[in-house]
Structures are given as C-alpha cells and as structure tokens.
C-alpha cells in the first residue's frame, strides 16, 4: 500500500481497498482514523459496511479525485497543522541525504559558505586541565625548599589539594613554572 505525495483521494481509495482506514490515516502524515474519515465525507464519499463493503461517491457532481484529502480536513482551531506544509522531499546521493527544501546550488554555497567559515575561524586552542599538567611534569632530581606564606593562603592550598587529591609540590611547581616562564 504506497500513498502518493499529495495525498490525493485517489491514492487513499485505492489503499483502503487493501487495508482499514486507521492503517492508512498512519501513512499519512498530519492526519488520523477520525479526521480522514471526516474529510472523506467531506468530500462526497460514504462508508458502507453492506456488501460490496468499502468507500463510495455519493457527492453531486464529478469525483475529486485528484484532489487531496487536506483540501477536505476541517481545522479544529487557528492553530496550523502539519500537513499545513508541504513535507520536503528527501533526495539521497553517494553519502549524503539531502533534504528537497534546498535546491542543488543552494545546497553548494551553503557548504561552500561553511568551509570558508571554518578556515576563518580561529582554532580553539584547549588548555590541559590541571591533572593533565601534572602528569606532564618532567621527572628530575628534586630539591627541598622552605616557604613562608599567610596562613589565609596556607589553609586554601591545603583545602585545595585536598578535595583535588594532588600533590602540594606538584602544584607549587606547576605554579613557579608558570611564575618563571611569565617574569623571567
């Protein structure tokens, strides 16, 4: 049971030949059971479940059936549906899915647009996070060294590397290798 885009009655008659009308208000999106149903009388058809059961033209005059159902779905409100749209169409190639609201030139100078974009752009230069840093430290000899400093400053550094779980002389190297690098 294939719909065709437009959702003509012509496509939906045919597919309710085959299957009931929830299964085919499924296929169609924007739409259900009870509104299709709605639109269908709309239209001029009515359901007879007598033998031959199914869908007939009862309406005056010619059958449109050309014409598409939501030209016959009454809106419940201001608000507007989403078969109030048309659905894009989706167009594949080698990799790429393309979506049928964009031409092929529109599609070229957006990506022609992004790569200029992306050469322009500085690069994000990601500074490693402290653990990081210090996993990086140079293993040399080391030397013992006594400092004298507030003790506002002493407890903070202490509450630091606590919750961090480092090392108090990983971090003081880290910081007079910084010092040194900037005032040197």
Same mark, same amino acid.
């Given at each position: 049971?294939?719909?065709?885009?437009?959702? @003509?009655?012509?496509?939906?008659?045919?597919?309710?030949?085959?299957?009931?009308?929830?299964?085919?208000?499924?296929? #169609?999106?924007?739409?259900?059971?009870?509104?299709? !149903?709605?639109?269908?009388?709309?239209?001029?058809?009515?359901?007879?479940?007598?033998?031959?059961?199914?869908?007939?033209?009862?309406?005056?005059?010619?059958?449109?059936?050309?014409?598409?159902?939501?030209?016959?779905?009454?809106?419940?409100?201001? !608000?507007?549906?989403?078969?109030?749209?048309?659905?894009?169409?989706? #167009? @594949?190639?080698?990799?790429?899915? #393309?979506?049928?609201?964009?031409?092929?030139?529109?599609?070229?100078? #957006?990506?022609?647009?992004?790569?200029?974009?992306?050469?322009?752009?500085?690069?994000?230069?990601?500074?490693? @996070?402290?653990?990081?840093?210090?996993?990086?430290?140079?293993?040399?000899?080391?030397?013992?060294? @006594?400092?004298?400093?507030?003790?506002?400053?002493?407890?903070?550094?202490?509450?630091?590397?606590?919750?961090?779980?480092?090392?108090?002389?990983?971090?003081?190297?880290?910081?007079?290798?910084?010092?040194? !690098?900037?005032?040197?």
């Amino acid at each position: 049971m294939r719909m065709d885009e437009k959702a @003509t009655l012509r496509s939906i008659l045919t597919a309710l030949k085959d299957s009931n009308i929830s299964d085919v208000a499924k296929q #169609i999106d924007g739409i259900s059971k009870d509104p299709l !149903a709605s639109a269908l009388n709309a239209a001029g058809y009515k359901y007879s479940s007598a033998t031959p059961r199914g869908w007939a033209f009862v309406g005056n005059g010619e059958e449109p059936l050309d014409k598409s159902i939501f030209d016959f779905v009454k809106s419940k409100s201001s !608000a507007r549906k989403p078969h109030s749209q048309p659905v894009p169409k989706i #167009i @594949t190639t080698d990799s790429h899915t #393309i979506h049928g609201q964009f031409t092929e030139d529109e599609m070229r100078a #957006i990506k022609e647009m992004l790569k200029s974009w992306q050469e322009s752009a500085p690069t994000i230069k990601m500074e490693p @996070t402290l653990h990081e840093r210090i996993k990086q430290l140079p293993q040399e000899e080391k030397t013992r060294k @006594t400092i004298v400093i507030d003790q506002s400053i002493g407890e903070r550094f202490d509450v630091f590397c606590e919750a961090e779980r480092l090392n108090k002389s990983d971090i003081l190297h880290l910081a007079l290798a910084d010092f040194m !690098a900037k005032f040197e």
